[in-house]
């Protein structure tokens, strides 16, 4: 039994990586570089739209046609580091990237 186990985390390591790496490469990497940190952008977007359907609709929207009317950046840091470029991620890659997004930040369920 336990051969099993660790024979299905080897197989599953790469996947499981992989998964959680797509927003590490595609969205800290670029964010790192900004004086607002991706929680603050996120806590935007949920005062903003308030559920996680919409919050995720929104950024959605956003990465693939990004518009400095639908940008909750401020006019300064628009103006210092530009509008967001449009992503290059695939459909299902973005969704799996924004879903990691929520669930590292999402506050429902972690406040007792």
Not at 65 to 71: C, N
Request: overall charge positive; aromatic content about 10%; glycine content about 2%.
């Amino acid at each position: 039994m336990g051969r099993l186990a660790v024979t299905i985390l080897l197989i599953l390591s790469p996947l499981l990586a992989a998964e959680m790496n797509i927003y590490e490469r595609n969205c800290v990497k670029c964010h790192e570089n900004l004086p607002v940190s991706l929680d603050k952008f996120f806590f935007n977007y949920l005062l903003k739209y308030s559920s996680e359907r919409r919050v995720k609709q929104a950024l959605r929207n956003y990465l693939k046609h990004p518009r400095r009317k639908a940008s909750l950046a401020t006019e300064e840091l628009v103006s210092r580091y530009g509008l967001m470029p449009k992503t290059t991620l695939s459909d299902e890659e973005l969704r799996r990237a924004i879903d990691i997004y929520w669930e590292k930040y999402k506050v429902f369920g972690k406040i007792e």
